[in-house]
C-alpha cells in the first residue's frame, strides 16, 4: 500500500495535468494493470505504481503545455517542475527502493539457500525455482523459499 503523502502527490499530479476525475482513475486503472483498481487508497497499489503513474501524468501535462491548453505552474512546489523529471528519476528496476529491498534481502535469500543446501538440495534446485518465479524479483524469490525451506524442513522431520 502506497502511503497518504503518495496519494496526495498522485492528486496534487492529478490537479495540475487537468484530469477529472473519470480520467483518474481510467489512469490508475491501465498504468497499473488492474481493471479493478480505480483508486490510489487501493492496497495493491505499490511505490512502483507511483512512479509510473506521475511519469503518466506528466506526460499528459507537458503535451497540454506544448499543444497550448496548459500553462506550466508557477508554484515552487510544482509537481511538474521540468519535463521528464518524474520519467527519468526512477528508472524501472534500478531506484533506490530497489536498491535498498535488494541489500536488506539478500542476506535472507542467502541463509535460505544455504539452509535449502544443508537439507541436501544442490544449485540446480535453486536455479528451478528462480526460473519458476516470472518476472522475477528477489522478494518473490525469498518468499518461494521461505515456503520450500519450511515444507522440506517439515518433510525431513516427519517423513510420513
Known amino acids: 500500500m502506497i502511503s497518504r503523502a503518495q496519494q496526495i502527490l498522485l492528486k496534487r499530479a492529478q490537479a495540475e495535468a487537468a484530469l477529472d476525475d473519470a480520467d483518474y482513475r481510467q489512469a490508475i486503472s491501465v498504468v497499473s494493470g488492474m481493471s479493478d483498481c480505480r483508486s490510489s487508497t487501493d492496497a495493491r497499489l505499490t511505490d512502483r505504481h507511483v512512479d509510473n503513474l506521475l ?9 497540454a503545455v506544448d499543444a497550448g491548453a496548459l500553462q506550466p505552474s508557477c508554484k515552487p512546489n510544482a509537481v511538474f517542475k521540468q519535463p521528464g523529471y ?7 528496476g534500478n531506484t533506490s527502493r530497489d536498491r535498498f529491498g535488494a541489500r536488506n534481502l539478500q542476506p535472507k535469500v542467502t541463509a535460505l539457500e544455504n539452509e535449502l543446501t544443508e537439507l541436501g538440495f544442490g544449485f540446480s534446485y535453486l536455479l528451478a525455482i528462480q526460473n519458476h518465479i516470472q518476472p522475477f524479483s528477489l522478494a518473490k524469490y525469498l518468499g518461494a523459499l521461505t515456503r520450500t525451506v519450511a515444507a522440506k524442513r517439515n518433510k525431513v522431520t516427519q517423513p510420513f
Do not use: L, T, V
Open 55 to 63: 511519469s503518466y501524468f506528466e506526460a499528459i501535462h507537458w503535451r
Open 86 to 92: 518524474w520519467s527519468a528519476k526512477n528508472p524501472g
